[in-house]
């Protein structure tokens, strides 16, 4: 008997081969009559494939519940989203679930590493539990890219916050995903610790070409992108090219000072 996955496979996305994820008229919507809130707003949006994505916004704007959703972590009340050229709405649990395995990476806040394992059996971690083995190859590219090729019998106590995200970084990027999804990253880090994670997650980018869509409230964190896309009320108002922190800072300004007027 042959089994039919519902996955929708195309020769591309509605964003056409250079688009890694795609959403189009997505709308989440909590609740229902008048406790109803809408934390996306029919967005339409394509992530850039081989470039760096910072989405940002006030509190309550909706940035993280538009990542979580193009990441298949969350579901949409309505629309359409695609990694690559894979449709995601409407996957079955089991299919969602091998998709964000084996092409999606995620980069969050804690680091959630295994205490009882070295840093180079938690980079291995996922594809371990997936009966794959490593490319060689690009796992030593990506160990050496994050700086940690002297420290990976190390366990997580014996690292530093910021080494430890490195390893997490590490993790994500050693089954080759197709992109990557970060919120918050640096969030718990100090400022040195956070600069070299952005440096590695930029270095990602030019020399692995990596796709990343990070999530941040940081206009420094920002200005590691390629671009910036600007959430307001669950809508995105505006994008950003090579930002610098203070353009960030000067667009977000303006915003709030929309919001409160």
Same mark, same amino acid.
């Given at each position: 008997?042959?089994?039919?996955?519902?996955?929708?496979?195309? +020769?591309?996305?509605?964003?056409?081969?250079?688009?890694?994820?795609?959403?189009?008229?997505?709308?989440?919507?909590?609740?229902?009559?008048?406790?109803? %809130?809408?934390?996306? #707003?029919? &967005? *339409?949006? *394509?992530?850039?494939?081989?470039?760096?994505?910072?989405?940002?916004?006030?509190?309550?704007?909706?940035?993280?519940?538009?990542?979580?959703?193009?990441?298949?972590?969350?579901?949409?009340? #309505?629309?359409?989203?695609?990694?690559?050229?894979?449709?995601?709405?409407?996957?079955?649990?089991?299919?969602?679930?091998?998709?964000?395995? *084996?092409?999606?990476?995620? %980069?969050?806040?804690?680091?959630?590493?295994?205490?009882?394992?070295?840093?180079?059996?938690?980079?291995?971690?996922?594809?371990?539990?997936?009966?794959?083995?490593?490319? @060689?190859?690009?796992?030593?590219?990506? %160990?050496?890219? &994050?700086?940690?090729?002297?420290?990976?019998?190390?366990?997580?106590?014996?690292?530093?916050?910021?080494?430890?995200?490195? %390893?997490? &970084?590490?993790?994500?990027?050693?089954?080759?995903?197709?992109?990557?999804?970060? #919120?918050?990253?640096?969030?718990?880090? #100090?400022?040195?610790?956070?600069?070299?994670?952005?440096?590695?997650?930029?270095?990602?980018?030019?020399?692995?070409?990596?796709?990343?869509?990070?999530?941040?409230?940081?206009?420094?964190?920002?200005?590691?992108?390629? @671009?910036?896309?600007?959430?307001?009320?669950?809508?995105?108002?505006?994008?950003?090219?090579? +930002?610098?922190?203070?353009? &960030?800072? *000067? @667009?977000?300004?303006?915003?709030?000072?929309?919001?409160?007027?």
């Amino acid at each position: 008997m042959t089994t039919v996955s519902t996955a929708v496979e195309a +020769p591309h996305g509605p964003g056409g081969p250079h688009a890694a994820a795609s959403a189009r008229q997505v709308t989440k919507a909590y609740g229902a009559g008048e406790t109803r %809130v809408i934390a996306l #707003d029919a &967005v *339409d949006v *394509d992530i850039a494939l081989g470039r760096f994505t910072a989405i940002m916004g006030p509190s309550g704007s909706g940035k993280s519940t538009l990542m979580h959703c193009l990441a298949g972590l969350d579901t949409v009340s #309505d629309g359409r989203i695609w990694i690559g050229a894979t449709e995601i709405t409407g996957l079955k649990d089991r299919e969602l679930t091998r998709l964000r395995r *084996d092409k999606i990476g995620f %980069v969050f806040q804690a680091f959630n590493l295994l205490p009882t394992l070295n840093a180079l059996e938690n980079i291995t971690l996922p594809m371990d539990i997936a009966g794959r083995k490593p490319d @060689r190859s690009w796992l030593d590219q990506v %160990v050496e890219t &994050v700086g940690l090729a002297d420290r990976l019998s190390h366990r997580p106590a014996q690292l530093s916050g910021g080494q430890q995200q490195r %390893v997490a &970084v590490a993790r994500a990027l050693a089954s080759r995903p197709e992109i990557i999804f970060g #919120d918050e990253p640096t969030g718990n880090l #100090d400022s040195r610790s956070g600069a070299e994670l952005l440096t590695f997650l930029r270095r990602s980018v030019d020399e692995l070409q990596q796709t990343i869509v990070m999530v941040t409230h940081d206009p420094v964190a920002a200005s590691y992108a390629d @671009r910036v896309l600007f959430l307001a009320d669950g809508r995105i108002v505006d994008e950003m090219a090579a +930002p610098t922190a203070d353009s &960030v800072l *000067d @667009r977000m300004g303006r915003f709030d000072g929309k919001r409160t007027s």
